[in-house]
C-alpha cells in the first residue's frame, strides 16, 4: 500500500508506513451511483419535465384556438383582413335579415284600398283601426273595402276627407285591435334611406327602396295643396296613393306616397306628403269623425282625379321651374360672395343673354371685397309660353359693398326658363322689373 505522505510502498497488511510512520487509509471502491450523480440526475429532469409540459400545453393550446385570432396590424395582417372581412360579412347577414322581417312586418299592416270605381293603398296608423290614405283615392265614397296582405277584405269607412289636402282617414272595425305602425313625428332628412309600400299597377304587397332626393317641396295643382313633400326615387307608380313610405332603419312611417312625376326624357320619381304635418287632423277626425253627408260634400272637389290618374306632370314641371330658380339664387349668391361664375354656370343656357351678362357681372365684381346677403326668394308666379317656363320672382337682399356702403335691394324679376336637350331646366333670360 503506497503511503500518500512520502509514497513508499508498504506491505498490504501494514496499517502504518515503515518509512515515516504515517497511518495509511484504504480507498474504498463504491458500488452503485454515486449520490451527486442522483442529484445531477434528479434536477436535469426536473428541467426537462417542466420543458416538455409547456410545450405540450402549447401545442394543446393551438390545436384548440381558432383559425384566426385578434393580432395586431404588424403581426399577420392577412389573417386580420380575414377576420375583418367575415365579420362584414356577418353584419351584412345581419342587416338583410332585419331589414327582410322588417318589410314582412309593416306589410301585415298595409292594405289596398278597393272602391266602385278603382283603387289605391292604406296603412293601419293608430290603434282602433284607423287607416290612412289618399282623398283622392276615395273621393266620392264612403263606404269602401280593404285588402290585406291574405287576401282578405273587410269594410271600412270613410270618416274623415280634407278638401285642401289629398288625405283622408277610414276606419275598419276589424283591425281596432291590431297594433298600428309606428309614426316618425318629425322632418326627415335627405339622404334617408326609405321603403314606399303599396299596391302599384294594382301589383299589391310591393315594396320599394330608395332615398328622399329633396324635402320642402310646395306645390298647389288644382284644389291640392302639398306642403314642404318629399321627393323620392323609390319606385312608386299608379295606385301607390296612399301607400306608407317607411324609415329603413326604424321601420316608422315618415310619409304617405302620393305624387309621381313621369317625363319621357327624365327618369321618374315621385313625392310624399310628410305624415308630421298632417297628424293634427287626423287626430282631429279620429277623435270627431265627419258625418257621411259632410263626407258626401267634399265629392267633386277632386274630380279631376281617379284612382289610376295622378296630377297633370305640365302642373308639376311649373312648380319645379319655380324651385329651380329658387335654387339658382343659392347658388347665385355662393358665386357673387366667392367671386366664381362657376357656381351657376351649368344652371345657365349656354350662349343666352342670361350666360353672357352674369358671366361678365361676376367677373366685374371680381376680388373687389363686395358682400351679398340674399333675405327673401319668393316664386309669385308661373306660366308656360312658347315652350318656356316664365318664373316671376321677388328678391331681397343685403349689399355691402367693399369700401363699406350698405344698400338694401327689393327687385322684382322675370326669369325664363328652357329645358336642354336633355329635359334639365336652364335660365336663358333675365328680366329686372
Known amino acids: 500500500m503506497t503511503c500518500r505522505k512520502c509514497s513508499h510502498q508498504n506491505e498490504g497488511s501494514a496499517k502504518f508506513c515503515s518509512a515515516c510512520g504515517e497511518k495509511l487509509h484504504e480507498h474504498v471502491v463504491q458500488k452503485g451511483v454515486p449520490i451527486w450523480m442522483w442529484l445531477v440526475l434528479i434536477v436535469s429532469c426536473i428541467t426537462i419535465g417542466g420543458v416538455g409540459y409547456g410545450f405540450w400545453d402549447y401545442y394543446q393550446e393551438t390545436q384548440s384556438a381558432p383559425a384566426y385570432k385578434e393580432v395586431s396590424s404588424d403581426a399577420h395582417p392577412v389573417k386580420q383582413t380575414a377576420v375583418v372581412e367575415k365579420e362584414a360579412r356577418q353584419e351584412q347577414y345581419t342587416e338583410e335579415l332585419d331589414r327582410v322581417t322588417l318589410i314582412k312586418e309593416v306589410q301585415q299592416k298595409v292594405f289596398t284600398v278597393i272602391t266602385s270605381y278603382g283603387q289605391g293603398s292604406g296603412f293601419l296608423y293608430k290603434k282602433g283601426g284607423y287607416v290612412i290614405t289618399n282623398a283622392h283615392v276615395v273621393d266620392g265614397e264612403v263606404d269602401v273595402t280593404v285588402r290585406n296582405t291574405k287576401g282578405q277584405e273587410f269594410a271600412a269607412t270613410v270618416i274623415g276627407i280634407s278638401e285642401h289636402y289629398d288625405i283622408a282617414l277610414l276606419h275598419v272595425p276589424d283591425y281596432q285591435n291590431e297594433e298600428p305602425l309606428g309614426v316618425e313625428t318629425s322632418e326627415s332628412p335627405i339622404g334617408l334611406e326609405v321603403i ?122 311649373a312648380v319645379l321651374a319655380g324651385q329651380f330658380v329658387q335654387s339658382f339664387r343659392m347658388y347665385y349668391e355662393l358665386a357673387l360672395n366667392e367671386s366664381n361664375f362657376y357656381w351657376v354656370a351649368d344652371m345657365l343656357a349656354i350662349g343666352s343673354s342670361a350666360y353672357e351678362e352674369l358671366e361678365d357681372y361676376v367677373g366685374d365684381i371680381s376680388y373687389e371685397g363686395h358682400s351679398f346677403y340674399f333675405i327673401t326668394n319668393d316664386v309669385l308666379d308661373v306660366t308656360y309660353e312658347n315652350g318656356n317656363y316664365l318664373v316671376y320672382m321677388n328678391e331681397t337682399f343685403d349689399f355691402y359693398s367693399g369700401t363699406g356702403d350698405y344698400q338694401y335691394y327689393d327687385r322684382y324679376k322675370t326669369y325664363t326658363v328652357m329645358t336642354d336637350e336633355y329635359g334639365a331646366f336652364k335660365i336663358a333670360d333675365i328680366q329686372i322689373h
Open 196 to 317: 314606399a309600400f303599396g299596391s302599384p299597377q294594382g301589383f299589391e304587397n310591393s315594396a320599394s327602396i330608395g332615398y328622399i332626393t329633396g324635402h320642402n317641396r310646395d306645390m298647389e295643382l288644382d284644389r291640392f295643396i302639398y306642403k314642404q313633400i318629399y321627393q323620392i326615387d323609390a319606385q312608386i307608380d299608379q295606385g301607390s296613393s296612399g301607400g306608407p313610405l317607411v324609415d329603413a332603419k326604424t321601420g316608422k312611417v315618415i310619409g304617405i306616397n302620393s305624387l309621381l312625376y313621369t317625363s319621357e326624357t327624365s327618369t321618374n320619381f315621385g313625392f310624399s306628403i310628410p305624415l308630421y304635418s298632417m297628424l293634427e287632423q287626423f287626430e282631429r277626425w279620429s277623435k270627431q269623425p265627419m258625418s257621411r253627408d259632410n263626407v258626401l260634400a267634399v265629392a267633386g272637389v277632386y274630380e279631376q282625379y281617379s284612382a289610376y290618374e295622378e296630377p297633370v306632370n305640365a302642373d308639376i314641371d
